[in-house]
């Protein structure tokens, strides 16, 4: 087999590939925007937010504040990585979005269906960018 006959053997799964991995880059970025929002929303202490008592994971929500805002904004730079297909970018994601899923899990009894909306956007990123082969997302970076 030639290279250029590997390189193009299946365009049908490059082009999947592709589409997983952009779809993982709007999502990411999606996710940490609003991401930001809750982190700009909960250090501004509004009142949307659910106070606990005797919570284990209890936070300040200013606290819970700067680290939604500080996860949402990693997410949004690590997107415009995976616009590009780079593979440090799949591993940060998978990585940020994981990060994603553990802080709205810890604080999800201050916004709770919010949290749960935004632990399965980050799942489907981490299965985005999973679900790509090595092989398949070599041929994305030529």
Same mark, same amino acid.
């Given at each position: ?17 592709? *589409? ?11 996710? *940490? /925007? ?6 700009? /929303?909960?250090?501004?202490? +509004? ?12 936070? +300040?929500?200013?606290?819970? *504040? ?14 415009? *990585?995976?616009?590009?297909?780079? /593979? ?12 994603? =899923? ?14 749960? =909306? /935004? ?11 999973? =679900? ?11």
């Amino acid at each position: 087999m030639t290279a250029t006959h590997t390189t193009h053997a299946h365009p049908a799964k490059q082009h999947w590939a592709e *589409g997983l991995t952009v779809f993982a880059a709007v999502m990411l970025m999606i996710a *940490g /925007m609003l991401d930001i929002f809750r982190g700009v /929303m909960a250090i501004a202490e +509004d009142d949307i937010f659910v106070t606990t008592r005797n919570y284990v994971f209890e936070f +300040d929500l200013a606290g819970w *504040g700067w680290i939604h805002l500080i996860l949402g904004a990693v997410a949004v730079l690590v997107s415009f *990585g995976l616009f590009q297909a780079s /593979m440090w970018a799949r591993v940060a994601g998978v990585a940020i979005a994981g990060l994603i =899923v553990i802080a709205n899990f810890l604080s999800l009894p201050y916004y709770p269906v919010w949290s749960i =909306v /935004m632990i399965a956007f980050s799942g489907f990123i981490i299965w985005a960018l999973c =679900v790509v082969r090595q092989d398949e997302s070599d041929r994305i970076e030529r």
